[in-house]
């Protein structure tokens, strides 16, 4: 793992854009390790006697470095492959930077740090590049989707909207209780997402809106209604609610309820992908209402250092609780905050799932080609209030209908019929099929039972016999 | 046996575990290249490498948070705290992520992490350097606290803290780091958690007291021999859970009960063995049960005002011979 010696890299004159490269050739292996060792080209590696002799560089690094470069002189370098479409637009913009453009001496003495008090002549300037996914963009083939699955989305969508219909109602009803924060609106981003991950390997983990990625990751409508009304059969056995929704075998790590604490943990999932070994990811979501907190810049920052296999997804539905984005950020393009990380960060819009998806494939594939972490921005909007109790006056005159004239679900029936991949009547009937469902959801969490009393003592340790204090 | 310092009974507990179970990693502030702020770590840089002997910035939310992302992923993490003052800044990650997961997620996720560091005032460092964890930690259901006295159980006790699937807070102490005792060399030599330790018999009066509490218990109840008294010195080395049948057991016999805590006396580790043993033993007590604490205040700095603040051998004696009614 990288120690936490290095100041920022001077050879660096941009955050990487998903396409970005390094010295080495692009998407090299641990690049920034290297080059932290004084490494900064193959000829530099090929002199070397051993990997393991450079500072920073353990038996893992080695073994992948030693693979990337005999690969490399079969002349394909691994990075080229991939990327294939490049995305639509690209919003470049030129700031000012601390950072030098220029290659800095090598330090003398072998030192540990390659800061160097020798100030360039300003003023410095550096280009971002950031990646753009608009709707409207992306057809179901040019990223993957055979047109059967089109309609796999179109249904996973409707679940989490119908589901979430009836939360409503059954909140009024008196079946579920304590908060209840509603996705509807927004259901493009969970949809999107897990279709672009490998489900129950790459791990993800969100805020305590949760319902819609729950459902998009094969939490039943049975175990979630089940969970919402403290049933022991729900996926949290009764004990998390709305806010707490788990499935360990689908890697679904949790619905999280204070505000950005999660984000740390999602650093520690990967962490343990890379520990490991396995190429797997961690998508790690939250609101854009979380990243005030310092928890978002300790994560991402532990996730630059350690290059972990994580995509931050910021959903910024335009909203924390009655504050609106532009009120509370001194930088409201939230995207350009992974500026400060040296990550890859793009922007995405929310209401298409292609749009979504197509982000968040090469914010994934990126780190396969360069390990590094990124950011995405997913620009998305909650058409319920904050929870089930909040009026949302706070909104604009028309502000809402204007949004829901945007709706991902009609859009993407709207694509289905353009495209000949179904007909109304097809998709009325796949609407009928998942309310159906959804009342028999409700039916089953209606007759289930509530945990036995004594599963209050459950769960909290391992050891069965621990002495409670009762 | 052999005779070691406590720093390298803990740093031996954990270099067998991580030998022993390659999920095992530390993580922490200056663990690795400077080998550790107290030197506890010293050495495993080399041992185990970048990859499992981690430095992080000072990042104690951060990298406590992943601690526990990678546990929940199937890692079994050390996070050590520079010291437990610092682990506040965490303390979100240590009281409401660490031990809620495995509960509210139903039991899907465990949490096997071990949060070390040292605890408790060392010495003139002012307030905010200061601070006794183990009633904070100790009040959250899900956390179990460890916290000893001597380099054995310290390696005993750290061996079998690795190896719990639970979340474990385990509290050290800057000042004993360099003291040297013995420790078992067997091999595997590990102590269950929730066991309390007799150090010395007695029949007068019992002392319930952890951690450095413990070595003042030592030294009163040596004064107290030289003045006739014969003082049963119990450290319970876990405080949650706290095996408070040894405990008991002793108040049965002697009558009569004190307890040292270096935590502040309101809601502390003393109010809570109070209360158990008045629940559980009243009708054997024939003095009131009274503590040696600091006083409610914040850890003052100038040296006459430190030593005011710290339990000490005096005061305990004094405790002692109150409830023996011997004054
Ligand atoms: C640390 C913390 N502070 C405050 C809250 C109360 N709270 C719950 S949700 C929320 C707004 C969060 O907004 P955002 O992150 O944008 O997510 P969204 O609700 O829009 O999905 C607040 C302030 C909390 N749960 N945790
Ligand atoms: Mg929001």
Known sequence: MADDTSGPDPNS???????????????????????QAGITSLADLHDLESLEDLAGIGPAYARDIQNALEESDVGAPAAEAANGASPEAATTEKRPSPLSEEESEAPVGGAATQQTTDIPEGPLEETVTYETYPADTYGHEEIGFADEEVLDLLRNMLLQRRFENRCRQMYQRQKISGFLHLYIGQEAVSTGSVNAIDLGEDSVITAYRDHGMGLAMGITPEEGMAELFGKEAGCSSGKGGSMHFFDAEKKMMGGHAIVGAHLPLGAGLAFAHKYRGDDNVCLCFFGDGAMHQGAFREACNLAGIYELP???????????????VDRAFSKPDLFKHGYNFDFPASLASGMDVFSVNKAVQDHVENYARNDQPSLLEVR????????????????????????????AINRLQDYILERDLATEADMEGIDEAVKQRVKDAIDAANEASFPDEEAIYDDIYTQDDYPFIA | MATLEFRTALREAMSEEMERDDDIFLIGEEVAEYDGAYKVSEGMLDRFGHDRVIDSPISELGFAGLGIGAAMNGLRP???????????????QVINNAPNMRYMSGGQFEVPIVFRGPNGAAGQLGATHSNSTEALYSNIPGLKVVSPSVPDDGKGLLKTAIRDDDPVVFLESELMYGMKREVSEESDYTIPIGSARVAREG????????????????DAAEALGEQGYEAEVIDPRT????????????????????????STPFTSVASEITH???????????????????????????????????PGVDETVDKCLRVLYAE
């Open chain 1, 13 to 35: 004159g941009s955050n990487g854009s998903l396409n970005g490269g390094a010295d080495l050739p692009e998407g090299f292996p641990h690049a920034s390790q290297l080059k």
């Open chain 2, 203 to 218: 029949s007068d009066v019992t002392i319930v007291a952890h951690s450095k509490s413990y070595h003042i218990a030592m």
């Open chain 2, 78 to 92: 050390i996070v050590e705290f520079m010291t437990f003052n610092f682990s506040f800044v965490a303390f979100d």
């Open chain 1, 380 to 407: 998305t909007y909650r058409y319920q209030g904050h929870s089930i109790t909040d009026p949302a006056e706070y909104r604009g005159e028309g502000e809402l209908d204007q949004r829901q004239s945007q709706d």
């Open chain 2, 276 to 310: 158990q043993v008045q629940d559980r033993a009243f009708d054997y007590l024939d003095a009131p049960i009274l503590r040696v604490t600091p006083p409610d205040t914040p850890a003052p700095y100038a040296p006459n005002l430190m030593d005011a603040y710290m």
């Open chain 1, 310 to 324: 994580i995509v931050f997804v910021c959903e910024n539905n335009q909203y924390a609780m009655g504050t609106a």
């Open chain 2, 239 to 262: 405080i949650k859970p706290l095996d408070i049948e040894t405990i008991v057991e002793s108040v049965v016999k002697t009558n009569r009960l004190v307890v040292i805590d270096e």
